[in-house]
């Protein structure tokens, strides 16, 4: 077990039942997503079986269990977006990344989640990708989006 | 205290605190349920169970609700009808439909409910489920597309045998019953008991069939099969088919092996005397060595499993004489066999047991030989049954037949070894007989009567009192273990472990009955076996005794019984 991973435990000294949750939470903060020998770890500390675990976590949205794309999109699937044809916006998605929902694309550069409303109807349709909103989506706009996170992955950040 | 309630115009004596449905049940009103299970907790999944409470706006599902004052029930009236036949349509709008190719097909609630409700169309229609099938078990097969999400087999394996091996994966209409990570049970913490097998009301859970298998052995040319008949399997059998004891149900399976094309039954009663044997001489020795840890018994598969994957530190304790089906295989695939060698045939043994761990057993590595198993397959008393009916062998009419030398002479102590609690007093029985010799010193073995005091019996033998105990369940064998840990005992010499609820008369290869406590009747049915054998203790068994005394010369022999376990690391 590192240093990373104990340093979490160190804030459940109560090894209760009830952490299980809540430390998912930090360890997915800090590691990205839950690998295997996460929750086998979990498991042990909290003395409950992995399987349990495992059911536990796959039943919420929010954890997942591979590691995302360096630009994590997620799209909204609410009732205005669909509306205003998110489902396109979908299709398009995964032509163009050739990943479907849930999936990391081969060189880590993108991943694909769809989520209910995120709260922006009136400028349906839109995706939101680490947190920055792209609205009122077509399909060109979406091309000229994704090319631009392409051909810019290694400075986008670096610019911040 | 008890009150009366209104049911369907009728006042029922009730219970104050007890569950409508068992009310209902007891005073044989049929409520049908798809997930309850009695001793478990309610978890109200499959809403058959719903009644009409007068007062309540709802129905209420009758599996989780206490009975009340003054109530006034009706469990058969239009809206409950509606309700019911509604959600048994709701339950078959994703499910197969492959009946004909199911092997629960005439034995599934699911199917009984249909048909009870009049279900005549499909009437709601939704993506089948098409999820992975799991062969990867060496005892359970898993389909989870006729899963019907009632979690019978979850509750038991968490309830009884602490395994958790399954559990429910992800939510909603993706829900699935699955091992950890969606891998296959081979790679999880299943300890192949079973118990799954025999709860599900459908086919989602059934076992992994060895039948065909076995008619190819039995129609080949080049294999020589052989029958290991054990006594829990001639019990069960004789319980199923209502034989009864003197009308020699041993002798009228053997009559039907043997037109089935077995060429030599033997008698693994045979075994389990020599089990017995070897125990009471390792835990004689063990009570001059470490008499204050107990020593574990290890005929159950199951618990050998169990104990490997969750609680190593107890390997130690465990006899480390070979389980009845192993000490069988063994013997047969090393005696020379004149007849199969003339023909140049190669022996084939099938084991005939009520359990489906026997078949991951035989896997196992130390019991294999040049990577070919002691024993080649296995025959669950469910298969055997649906063998006689495809074979169109009416069992109760044949003419009895007898097993074949050298393993055909066993005593009472095979049946004991059926249910939990008589291979404890079997070995006590051996124990006696090894110190005191045939003398007769009044030994007598009384388990407490009391159904909730400890099962424990101590008996005196020789200058030493024996404390012997019997544990069924994992959960139950887990308690106890700790009970005797944390009030540091020291007066338990032998612990009888058996991984499924009433011992082999509960095991995951029995038929599968509508209710869960079959195996009481089962364990009648052995001891009223016990009755009519002649030889009563394991040492009356002297072709066995012979044996003994014959491979003592020859050490080699005698360390092919005994076996070892390794601690063995799996996601848990």
């Known amino acids: 077990m590192d240093t990373k991973l104990s340093s979490i435990f160190e804030g459940f000294p109560n090894k209760q039942r009830d952490d299980l949750i809540p ?32 059911g536990v976590a796959t039943f919420y949205d929010n954890f997942h269990f591979g590691p995302r794309g360096k630009f ?51 400028l349906a349709p839109l995706i939101e990708i680490n947190n920055e909103y792209f609205t009122r989506l077509t399909s060109d706009s979406l091309k000229e989006i994704l090319n631009h996170f392409r051909e810019n992955h290694n400075s986008i950040y670096e610019e911040q | 205290m008890s009150f009366t309630i209104q049911v369907n115009n009728t006042p029922i004596e009730v219970q104050e605190g007890e569950i409508l449905l068992n009310a209902l049940r007891r005073n044989g009103i049929k409520i049908p349920t798809l997930c309850y299970m009695p001793g478990f907790t309610p978890s109200g999944a499959c809403r058959l169970c719903v009644v009409e409470v007068e007062g309540k706006r709802d129905l209420v599902t009758s599996c989780a609700y206490p009975v009340e004052p003054d109530m006034v029930v009706k469990t058969n009236s239009i ?51 098409s999820e992975q099938r799991d062969h990867s078990s060496p005892s359970v097969y898993r389909d989870p597309a006729k899963c019907i999400l009632c979690s019978r087999c979850v509750r038991v394996c968490e309830e009884v045998q602490l395994v958790t091996a399954i559990e429910f994966v992800s939510r909603g209409n993706k829900t699935t019953v699955n091992s950890a990570f969606n891998k296959g049970l081979n790679i999880s913490s299943c300890i192949n008991c079973g118990q799954c097998i025999m709860v599900c009301p459908t086919g989602a859970l059934v076992d992994i069939s060895h039948i065909e298998k076995i008619q190819t052995a039995l129609g080949s040319t080049k294999k020589y099969p052989v029958a290991l008949l054990s006594p829990a399997f001639v019990a069960s059998v004789a319980d199923h088919f209502n034989i009864k004891p003197t009308e020699n149900p041993a002798g009228l399976i053997i009559a039907a092996l043997r037109s089935m094309g077995f060429r030599k039954i033997y008698d693994l009663g045979w075994a389990n005397d020599l089990n017995i044997y070897l125990e009471a001489q390792l835990l004689l020795d063990r009570s001059l060595t470490r008499p204050d840890t107990p020593m574990l018994s290890s005929c159950c598969p199951a618990w050998i499993k169990y104990a490997e994957e969750f609680t190593p530190e107890i390997i130690a304790d465990i006899s480390i004489s070979k389980s009845p089906q192993q000490l069988m295989g063994y013997l047969v695939k090393n005696q020379e066999n004149t007849e199969a060698i003339n023909e140049s045939r190669q022996l084939y043994t099938v084991s005939l047991m009520a359990c489906v761990a026997n078949k991951y057993e035989s896997s196992r590595e130390e019991n294999t030989r040049k990577g070919v198993s002691e024993i080649d397959a296995t025959l669950t008393v ?142 009648k049915t052995s001891q009223e076996m016990e009755k009519n054998c002649k030889l009563k203790t394991s040492a009356q068994n002297m072709q066995m005794i012979e044996f003994i005394k014959a491979g003592s010369k020859s050490k080699e022999k005698l360390t092919g019984l005994h076996t070892h376990f390794t601690k063995r690391n799996v996601v848990k």
């Open chain 1, 23 to 54: 430390l998912l939470h930090k360890i997915q903060d800090q590691y990205g997503f839950l690998s295997e020998e996460l929750i086998i770890e979990v498991g042990k500390y909290l003395d409950i079986s992995v399987n349990k675990i495992y």
């Open chain 2, 382 to 523: 469910r298969e055997f049954i649906k063998m006689l009916r495809s074979y169109g062998i009416n069992i109760t009419r044949l003419e009895p037949g007898v097993s074949d030398s050298p393993f055909n002479s066993s005593s009472a102590a095979g049946y004991q070894m059926a249910y939990s609690g008589g291979k404890a007093e079997a070995v006590a029985f051996q124990l006696n007989q090894i110190i005191n010799g045939d003398k007769k010193t009044g030994f007598k073995f009384t388990p407490p009567k009391n159904p909730g005091s400890r099962k424990e019996v101590k008996v005196k033998i020789g200058n030493q009192e024996f404390g012997f105990a019997w544990v069924n369940g994992i959960a139950d064998a887990q308690k106890y273990f700790d009970m005797l840990k944390a009030e540091k005992r020291t007066d338990i010499h032998y612990v009888e472990v058996m991984a499924c609820q009433g011992g082999c008369a509960g095991g995951g290869g029995q038929p599968v009955y509508y209710f869960l406590d079959k195996h009481r009747t089962r364990k």
């Open chain 1, 72 to 122: 994590h999109i997620r799209l909204c699937h609410g009732t205005a977006c669909h509306v205003a044809g998110s489902s396109n916006i979908l299709s398009e998605l995964e032509k163009q990344l050739k990943i479907s929902n849930g999936e990391t694309d081969k060189r880590g550069l993108f991943s694909l989640e769809v989520v209910s409303c995120i709260g922006a109807c009136g």
């Open chain 2, 79 to 129: 809206r409950v009808n509606k309700a019911k036949k509604s959600l048994v349509e709701m339950l078959l709008s994703n499910h197969p439909d492959d009946c004909l190719y199911c092997e629960r097909n005439g034995n599934c609630e699911l199917q009984w409910l249909a048909e009870e409700m009049n279900i005549k169309e499909r009437k709601y229609f939704s993506q089948k489920k």
